[in-house]
């Protein structure tokens, strides 16, 4: 009898139907960390201990306006020898036109001069008084050689300078003789010993005059 019992309780206990075991839920992501893995307090921890920026000492300051100054000293002395070169090279620029332009207003000036004496030498045949027919066909062509000479003068600006009954210019005349003169202011040319000449406005030689007292 107690033998089929424990046959009955045991078929029971393997007929019991399992038991369905509660299934787990997944856990929901948890999310990453910022800042490579250090949590966001810490992260803002670190932020606040960082120390404020250090003000500069008076020492500091005191190099920093020396600089400045000698910066702008050193700045002030290129702007002055900038000017200096600027003027400089203005000046030169100036002086070498005003030589061009002198170089070509008075190219015929070396020739002019070497021709002044054979003028002169013109002026005095020409003053020589003759009966000969032949001496005087002479003269004449020397005057149309010496006409021809001045008229080619004229054309590159050389002239003769006025001298008689012009008051005495140092700068146009020599005066080699003083005397009284009726007729004259003092200090007026009353006689000229050798004519002189002028390139356009510059003396080529001066006339050599006799001047009134």
């Known amino acids: 009898m107690e033998q089929g019992e424990k046959q009955v309780m045991e078929q029971a206990t393997y007929d019991e139907p399992e038991r369905e075991q509660p299934i787990e839920e997944e856990a929901a992501p948890q999310p990453e960390e910022e800042s490579g893995g250090v949590p966001l307090e810490e992260a803002g921890g670190e932020e606040a201990a960082e120390p404020a920026e250090k003000a500069p000492t008076a020492e500091e300051l005191a190099a920093a306006k020396a600089q400045i100054a000698e910066l702008e000293a050193k700045l002030s002395e290129m702007e002055h020898r900038y000017l200096r070169l600027y003027a400089d090279f203005e000046n030169f620029r100036r002086r ?118």
């Open 96 to 213: 070498t036109r005003q030589e061009m332009e002198a170089a070509e207003k008075y190219r015929a000036q070396s020739l002019a001069s070497d021709l002044l004496p054979v003028l002169d030498n013109f002026e005095r045949a020409l003053k020589i008084e003759t009966d000969n027919e032949q001496a005087k066909s002479i003269l004449q062509g020397m005057e149309m050689v010496y006409r021809s000479l001045v008229d080619a003068l004229k054309k590159e600006g050389v002239e003769a300078i006025e001298a008689v009954g012009k008051p005495f210019d140092p700068y146009l005349h020599q005066a080699v003789m003083q005397a009284e003169a009726e007729g004259y202011e003092p200090n007026t040319v009353v006689e000229e010993l050798q004519k002189g000449y002028k390139l356009k406005d510059r003396v080529l030689r001066p006339a050599m005059v006799k001047v009134s007292q």
